[in-house]
């Protein structure tokens, strides 16, 4: 995929401190429709902290970050689903907020469930479904506002190898399709340079961006892609890196 080259979000020279304890160094990185950006890194460096400055959960302390849009979508580790509503009802929730009419939402919830996989199970409640299903429920709920700007922090983390590799999957058609600006926190290598246009590696706190790593492999990607020893080289110089930045 190519990107366009205005970023549709920017950040410049971003830190944050915590009282005494700075968590992200000044940061600048940004990332372009048709951009898919995964960020990995020592636990604590500032991976999540990076995503919530950019949703405006939290403030930077210094630098600023400039949206060329106001369309973002944020899937959190958690599905965080409402239990006593429906899936229906829960990826129908943040259209709900923004006022959408009721006619605006059953259409756009309807396509985010086709999107997902999820039509038949629109009347489940989530104790009744596995836990790669709520995760794509969590992601229907983000799609029904149509962000210009993706937000995944480690949405995949929890699950078994063989449901993580499908939502891979799931998520790439979704990003072909809506051709978003996508950043991505993940722990995995593997998953980091499956997903990614490009592959952030950042340092121990505080945080900082060590090295980034173009990945050159075409979309549409077969999890056979795994397998071959291009994929396997590339990964291992992230892997390498990923060490030494710890």
């Given at each position: 995929?190519?990107?366009?080259?205005?970023?549709?979000?920017?950040?410049?020279?971003?830190?944050?401190?915590?009282?005494?304890?700075?968590?992200?160094?000044?940061?600048?990185?940004?990332?372009?429709?048709?951009?898919?950006?995964?960020?990995?890194?020592?636990?604590?460096?500032?991976?999540?902290?990076?995503?919530?400055?950019?949703?405006?959960?939290?403030?930077?302390?210094?630098?600023?970050?400039?949206?060329?849009?106001?369309?973002?979508?944020?899937?959190?580790?958690?599905?965080?689903?409402?239990?006593?509503?429906?899936?229906?009802?829960?990826?129908?929730?943040?259209?709900?907020?923004?006022?959408?009419?009721?006619?605006?939402?059953?259409?756009?919830?309807?396509?985010?469930?086709?999107?997902?996989?999820?039509?038949?199970?629109?009347?489940?409640?989530?104790?009744?479904?596995?836990?790669?299903?709520?995760?794509?429920?969590?992601?229907?709920?983000?799609?029904?506002?149509?962000?210009?700007?993706?937000?995944?922090?480690?949405?995949?983390?929890?699950?078994?190898?063989?449901?993580?590799?499908?939502?891979?999957?799931?998520?790439?058609?979704?990003?072909?399709?809506?051709?978003?600006?996508?950043?991505?926190?993940?722990?995995?290598?593997?998953?980091?340079?499956?997903?990614?246009?490009?592959?952030?590696?950042?340092?121990?706190?505080?945080?900082?961006?060590?090295?980034?790593?173009?990945?050159?492999?075409?979309?549409?990607?077969?999890?056979?892609?795994?397998?071959?020893l291009e994929f396997a080289e590339l990964a291992g110089k992230v892997a390498k890196c990923l060490e030494a930045a710890a």
């Amino acid at each position: 995929m190519s990107s366009t080259s205005q970023p549709l979000v920017a950040f410049r020279q971003v830190g944050r401190t915590f009282e005494s304890v700075e968590a992200l160094a000044p940061t600048d990185l940004s990332v372009s429709r048709g951009e898919l950006v995964s960020i990995i890194g020592p636990s604590g460096c500032g991976k999540s902290t990076l995503l919530r400055l950019a949703s405006g959960l939290d403030k930077p302390t210094s630098g600023d970050i400039q949206f060329a849009t106001d369309s973002v979508g944020y899937v959190f580790q958690d599905a965080t689903l409402m239990p006593w509503r429906t899936v229906r009802r829960n990826v129908g929730l943040l259209a709900e907020l923004q006022g959408m009419s009721k006619a605006g939402i059953r259409a756009a919830v309807d396509r985010a469930l086709a999107t997902v996989g999820l039509t038949d199970f629109a009347d489940h409640l989530p104790h009744q479904l596995s836990g790669g299903m709520r995760m794509r429920t969590s992601v229907a709920r983000s799609l029904v506002l149509d962000p210009e700007v993706f937000l995944f922090d480690e949405p995949f983390g929890a699950l078994d190898e063989i449901t993580r590799g499908r939502l891979n999957l799931v998520l790439m058609d979704l990003f072909l399709d809506r051709s978003f600006a996508g950043l991505f926190v993940t722990h995995s290598v593997e998953e980091a340079v499956f997903l990614s246009t490009r592959v952030v590696v950042m340092s121990a706190r505080p945080g900082r961006i060590v090295e980034e790593f173009h990945v050159p492999f075409e979309f549409p990607r077969s999890l056979d892609l795994r397998y071959t020893l291009e994929f396997a080289e590339l990964a291992g110089k992230v892997a390498k890196c990923l060490e030494a930045a710890a």
